[in-house]
């Protein structure tokens, strides 16, 4: 006779055949001595990539989760777990917010009759915490911040964390486009070296700033334009100092502004 997991796998299919769930069964074997990072991410590459990817990774992580007693390889899933929230897109968060998720698979795995150690305990609640305060604004991403604000009506005492000093929840781009759209962009890569801003000058109705021979009046959205010529590091000495005739204007009018309401 088959067990009921067996019999369930036998109907489904192992959620570790697949490419995402072999690199999570081997990123969460308790013979690990330390996270495995390459590995991880590479699980955060095929989430990005692949269409099927957020579903078999959510598979994967509640297997190795649910019914486990070996709680270092939970731990370890839910090192996984959180790394995929923080480098994966709407796609993946929108399957482990759910409140049949959290309620199921992290909460289930802290229950009393369980005795799990206080460092997997304050960890789950850790994360639930964490996501329903990035999520909280998102209504397709509801579903833990209802079973957090739940929890918290019950009277179960969340760990102090210090939400602001954590890591965000950060979405990078992917080389394949979601059709959702995710949480959180990425902060763009700062240039190595300063560059001027380009200025498009087709949403503007001003004409561009040039120099030119005679006095030029400019107008207050052509001022900050003109700085950015000023500072441009491709710009010659007799170009800035053409440019800076064209500030002195709106400058000395600031500067007499200034100085009569100081007299005033």
Request: charged share 20%; hydrophobic share 35%; glycine share 4%.
């Amino acid at each position: 006779m088959f067990s009921l997991g067996e019999t369930v796998e036998f109907l489904i299919g192992n959620p570790f055949s697949t490419p995402v769930g072999q690199r999570i069964e081997r990123a969460t074997s308790g013979s690990l001595q330390v996270e495995d990072w390459g590995l991880n991410m590479e699980i955060c590459d095929i989430i990005n990539e692949t269409d099927e990817g957020p579903k078999d990774a959510v598979k994967a992580i509640k297997k190795r989760i649910v019914g486990n007693k070996n709680f270092r390889e939970i731990m370890l899933a839910l090192t996984v777990l959180e790394t995929c929230v923080k480098n994966c897109g709407h796609r993946f968060h929108v399957l482990v917010a759910t409140q049949d998720f959290v309620e199921g698979v992290l909460v289930r795995s802290i229950l009393p009759k369980y005795n799990p150690p206080t460092v997997l305990h304050d960890r789950v609640l850790s994360l639930i915490q964490s996501w329903a305060d990035a999520f909280r604004t998102n209504p397709s991403l509801s579903g833990v911040v209802y079973v957090y604000d739940d929890l918290r009506r019950r009277g179960l005492e969340f760990p102090m964390t210090d939400l602001d000093a954590l890591s965000p929840i950060h979405t990078p781009n992917r080389s394949i486009p979601e059709n959702d759209t995710c949480e959180v962009n990425p902060a763009p890569t700062p240039p190595s070296q300063p560059q001027a801003p380009a200025i498009d000058h087709s949403q503007n109705s001003s004409p561009p700033v040039q120099p030119s021979d005679g006095p030029v009046s400019l107008s207050p959205e052509q001022v900050l334009p003109a700085v950015w010529v000023y500072f441009s590091p491709i710009n010659t000495a007799e170009q800035q100092s053409q440019t800076l005739k064209l500030l002195e204007q709106p400058l000395n009018k600031c500067k007499h502004r200034l100085d009569h309401k100081m007299l005033s």
